[in-house]
């Protein structure tokens, strides 16, 4: 290029850099985008000489979809109507290879006054990617935060949120427009009652007392939930010190272990009744023997007493196997058709063995169903044998059984000793046991067992009572 297209003042200086640099590409152009010359650093970055590319429009360094959007066009506009275009975009080399460039294109006028446009630019394909990778690499980041159910939280020494993921502001987050989501403290502080957690927050802020699994109960709308938090030191992006909370979910964890440690009181005061009686009747039996008092009658009776226990311990640990069973997952079904009529009488001769003087009476008829004949005969014989448990004396028990439409019903009512309105509700649930009843054996499981065993049949049960007047217990499951 001559130095009579650029300006006296500024020829050695346009020269200079036109020839020597080694990072900005330069071209010259006619206002139409023929190209007039190229630098050596132009040769260098895109392969072409001077020959391939002098007296040839510029565009042919577009990629052939910004050709199709009209970009070279649209630069030569605005670089001559407003005397400056900057671009961001693809250029491509002589080898077909797309780079990213980032430039500028000025008007400007040689010494003959005439305009021409001085193309300037860098290839910054390597910062692009370097961007591409920080974008990924944060939207990998935000992926896994946004995925996480653990509640992660990083803030500034002013507990300042600097970052949270969506699962904090799900539990802490009540909508208030007038809290700024940036603000922890007005955030949590309604939650954290005794404010246990902004202590240790603000302990850490002020010693560096790192703290991990501390275990807390917070306040939430969906009631009273128990956390893991660890909490620890961190830098932030601006190179701050700042702080990095987890807040892990136990409040199942803890329910459990509550749970188990109520299972495991529970069975031993239950079990220890009839394994003393069984112990007693042992050593009463061995003293028998050995002192010569040994009396046949006295014998059987302690002989039956111990039956007694061990029928009672076994029901027992009958029921807490079908319990761990059924909450376990391995509960299935042996669907058969049968008659239901059968399954009831059945039902009755099993109680009425061990209970001979009560006196079942039924009502009804089912015909022919579809289910679990053995586990329906659990059922009927607990609802009969809780009927007998609290009837209070009065020895007579009524199974009415219905079939409406494709549901039967069967209701068994005693005349025993009710259940107080407040707990009718609970008795269902497992352990549970009325306060009038505590004095009777039993553990509390019956009734559970039945409800798990009803509801796989898709069908449901319930009951009504009235204090002192006795109780009806029924259920109801589809017939085929």
């Known amino acids: 290029m001559s130095s009579e297209s650029i300006s006296s003042p500024y020829r050695n200086y346009f020269e200079t850099i036109f020839n020597n640099s080694q990072v900005n590409a330069v071209l010259t152009m006619q206002p139409d985008g023929v190209i007039l010359s190229i630098n050596p650093a132009f040769n260098s970055a895109f392969g072409y000489s001077a020959a391939n590319v002098e007296g040839r429009n510029f565009s042919l360094l577009f990629t052939f979809e910004d050709q199709q959007r009209g970009l070279p066009a649209k630069e030569l506009a605005q670089a001559l109507s407003t005397g400056q275009a900057t671009d961001k975009n693809y250029l491509v080399k002589k080898n077909k290879q797309a780079v990213w460039v980032s430039g500028e294109t000025l008007r400007v006028k040689n010494e003959k006054g005439d305009t021409i446009l001085l193309k300037i630019f860098q290839d910054i394909s390597e910062q692009k990617k370097s961007e591409l990778a920080a974008r990924q690499a944060n939207d990998f980041n935000e992926s896994i935060l946004n995925t996480i159910d653990d509640i992660v939280i990083a803030l500034n020494k002013d507990l300042t949120i600097i970052k949270a993921n969506p699962a904090f502001y799900s539990l802490f987050n009540r909508n208030i427009p007038s809290i700024p989501l940036t603000d922890f403290v007005a955030l949590v502080i309604s939650y954290d009652r005794k404010g246990e957690l902004l202590k240790y927050i603000t302990r850490l802020v002020d010693t560096g007392e790192t703290f991990t699994d501390?275990?807390?109960?917070?306040?939430?709308?969906?009631?009273?939930?128990?956390?893991?938090?660890?909490?620890?030191?961190?830098?932030?992006?601006?190179?701050?010190?700042?702080?990095?909370?987890?807040?892990?979910?136990?409040?199942?964890?803890?329910?459990?272990?509550?749970?188990?440690?109520?299972?495991?009181?529970?069975?031993?005061?239950?079990?220890?009744?009839?394994?003393?009686?069984?112990?007693?009747?042992?050593?009463?039996?061995?003293?028998?023997?050995?002192?010569?008092?040994?009396?046949?009658?006295?014998?059987?009776?302690?002989?039956?007493?111990?039956?007694?226990?061990?029928?009672?311990?076994?029901?027992?640990?009958?029921?807490?196997?079908?319990?761990?069973?059924?909450?376990?997952?391995?509960?299935?079904?042996?669907?058969?058709?049968?008659?239901?009529?059968?399954?009831?009488?059945?039902?009755?001769?099993?109680?009425?063995?061990?209970?001979?003087?009560?006196?079942?009476?039924?009502?009804?008829?089912?015909?022919?169903?579809?289910?679990?004949?053995?586990?329906?005969?659990?059922?009927?014989?607990?609802?009969?044998?809780?009927?007998?448990?609290?009837?209070?004396?009065?020895?007579?028990?009524?199974?009415?059984?219905?079939?409406?439409?494709?549901?039967?019903?069967?209701?068994?009512?005693?005349?025993?000793?009710?259940?107080?309105?407040?707990?009718?509700?609970?008795?269902?649930?497992?352990?549970?046991?009325?306060?009038?009843?505590?004095?009777?054996?039993?553990?509390?499981?019956?009734?559970?067992?039945?409800?798990?065993?009803?509801?796989?049949?898709?069908?449901?049960?319930?009951?009504?009572?009235?204090?002192?007047?006795?109780?009806?217990?029924?259920?109801?499951?589809?017939?085929?």
Not at 313 to 320: H, R, T
Not at 329 to 349: A, K, P, Q, V
Not at 365 to 370: D, E, R, T, Y
Not at 400 to 405: A, H, P, R, V
């Open 214 to 480: 501390l275990e807390l109960e917070i306040a939430t709308l969906n009631g009273d939930r128990i956390f893991n938090i660890t909490g620890r030191h961190m830098h932030t992006p601006n190179g701050k010190d700042g702080i990095l909370l987890v807040i892990h979910e136990i409040t199942l964890q803890k329910q459990a272990e509550r749970e188990r440690e109520d299972i495991i009181g529970f069975v031993a005061h239950e079990l220890r009744n009839p394994l003393s009686n069984i112990i007693l009747c042992n050593e009463m039996l061995k003293h028998m023997v050995h002192s010569g008092e040994f009396s046949g009658q006295e014998a059987e009776s302690l002989l039956q007493r111990s039956q007694n226990n061990i029928f009672r311990l076994n029901k027992m640990i009958g029921e807490l196997y079908e319990a761990t069973k059924i909450n376990s997952g391995n509960f299935l079904l042996e669907i058969t058709e049968f008659d239901f009529d059968e399954m009831i009488r059945e039902s009755i001769d099993t109680v009425q063995v061990v209970q001979p003087a009560f006196n079942i009476l039924t009502e009804g008829s089912a015909g022919m169903v579809k289910g679990d004949r053995y586990r329906l005969i659990q059922v009927v014989t607990n609802y009969l044998s809780n009927g007998i448990k609290y009837s209070n004396g009065n020895t007579n028990v009524k199974i009415n059984i219905s079939k409406n439409g494709n549901m039967v019903t069967v209701a068994v009512q005693d005349k025993g000793l009710g259940i107080p309105s407040n707990q009718l509700p609970y008795i269902f649930d497992r352990f549970f046991r009325a306060e009038k009843t505590k004095n009777l054996e039993g553990i509390g499981l019956g009734l559970f067992l039945c409800r798990r065993i009803i509801d796989a049949h898709h069908g449901k049960v319930w009951a009504e009572s009235e204090e002192g007047k006795g109780s009806v217990f029924y259920f109801s499951i589809p017939a085929l």
